[in-house]
T-cell receptor
Framework: GAGVSQSPRYKVAKRGRDVALRCDSISGHVTLYWYRQTLGQGSEVLTY????????KSGRPSGRFSAERPERSVSTLKIQRTEQGDSAVYLC???????????FGSGTRLTVV | GENVEQHPSTLSVQEGDSAVIKCTYS??????FPWYKQELGKRPQLIIDIRSNVGEKKDQRIAVTLNKTAKHFSLHITETQPEDSAVYFCAASNPPNNDMRFGAGTRLTVKP
């Protein structure tokens, strides 16, 4: 496709459960970020990866958040032992390594109950 | 690592007035500064960007200025319209990894 897509669009998870969110980025894009958006804290970096690294580096908060790239243009954000504070919109964004603007996905709204 | 601060967090202006949003960054190696506009319920979209070899860039009603010495850059919107209402994010990116950090966002409201 021409853009970055994320799935699912909405996700409800029971507190303590693990969730996985998917991002399909643009072919040729190398750098991929996962961000979390909340009303009070704006955009917070969770993980990012470069080149062919299959496991992303953790940003903050670390520990419960990790991402994998089974294919270069696909990333899966995994959140372990979800907490109510994890309720937010999760955005992925990708870019060519040579620099320039990022293209964002439409986000996944996660609600932890 | 890079740290980007953005002010103000909320901004309300009357239609037709100008709006200015300011950002500062910490890493002097940062060389690319994009601005994103995020309308309610939509994904952030790139609206304008500037590289460190340029001091100012303009695109119709939107302009961005960069002061490398002071490590700050600003977004200027003139003749604001209600459709300019959105959250605006600044970002700074530096080589070689194109690592990008975002400001916390500014919620702009343009009152008709």
């Amino acid at each position: 496709g021409a853009g970055v897509s994320q799935s699912p669009r909405y996700k409800v998870a029971k507190r303590g459960r693990d969730v996985a969110l998917r991002c399909d980025s643009i072919s040729g894009h190398v750098t991929l970020y996962w961000y979390r958006q909340t009303l009070g804290q704006g955009s917070e970096v969770l993980t990012y990866s470069q080149s062919d690294a299959q496991r992303d580096k953790s940003g903050r908060p670390s520990g419960r958040f990790s991402a994998e790239r089974p294919e270069r243009s696909v990333s899966t954000l995994k959140i372990q032992r979800t907490e109510q504070g994890d309720s937010a919109v999760y955005l992925c964004a990708s870019s060519y390594k040579s620099g320039g603007g990022y293209t964002f996905g439409s986000g996944t709204r996660l609600t932890v109950v | 690592g890079e740290n980007v601060e953005q002010h103000p967090s909320t901004l309300s202006v009357q239609e037709g007035d100008s709006a200015v949003i300011k950002c500062t960054y910490s890493d002097s190696a940062s060389n690319y500064f994009p601005w994103y506009k995020q309308e309610l319920g939509k994904r952030p979209q790139l609206i304008i960007d500037i590289r460190s070899n340029v001091g100012e860039k303009k695109d119709q009603r939107i302009a961005v200025t960069l002061n490398k010495t002071a490590k700050h850059f600003s977004l200027h919107i003139t003749e604001t319209q209600p459709e300019d209402s959105a959250v605006y994010f600044c970002a700074a990116s530096n080589p070689p990894n194109n690592d990008m950090r975002f400001g916390a966002g500014t919620r702009l409201t343009v009152k008709p």
